[in-house]
């Protein structure tokens, strides 16, 4: 049973690296690149610093149990995040193009990318 990795100069999470893990929390600092269905069904992912992360590879988020991500070197979104069940907002204020899957669904994305219309971050507490 996974609950968290510390891995502090972990640069690139490689492909199905964590695949239907039950992998809690992830942290590295210098964490640049998420590939393909890095963290595909890991349901219980609540927390993963992406604010150095310039690429997401597909599906990469799929079924997480993310609710609230930051991407803030993020310019491109595509089906990284597709999950129906639990994110709830992507905070991207670099983002230039999306997926029509985002609007269609009900998280609030914060950007100032033309399509999306809410512009303002919902705030979460934590429990």
Request: aromatic share 12%.
């Amino acid at each position: 049973l996974l609950n968290f990795v510390v891995g502090f100069n972990v640069q690139i999470v490689e492909e199905e690296a964590f695949y239907q893990s039950s992998i809690k929390r992830f942290v590295s600092f210098s964490l640049k690149s998420v590939l393909s269905k890095a963290f595909f069904m890991c349901y219980q992912l609540s927390y993963i610093n992406l604010t150095q992360v310039r690429t997401l590879g597909s599906q990469s988020f799929v079924k997480s149990g993310l609710v609230n991500v930051e991407i803030p070197s993020i310019t491109q979104l595509t089906d990284c995040f597709e999950n129906k069940f639990s994110l709830k907002q992507i905070i991207a204020p670099n983002l230039t193009q999306l997926d029509e899957f985002y609007l269609s669904q009900h998280v609030n994305i914060v950007t100032p990318a033309e399509k999306c219309k809410n512009n303002k971050a919902i705030r979460f507490q934590e429990i």
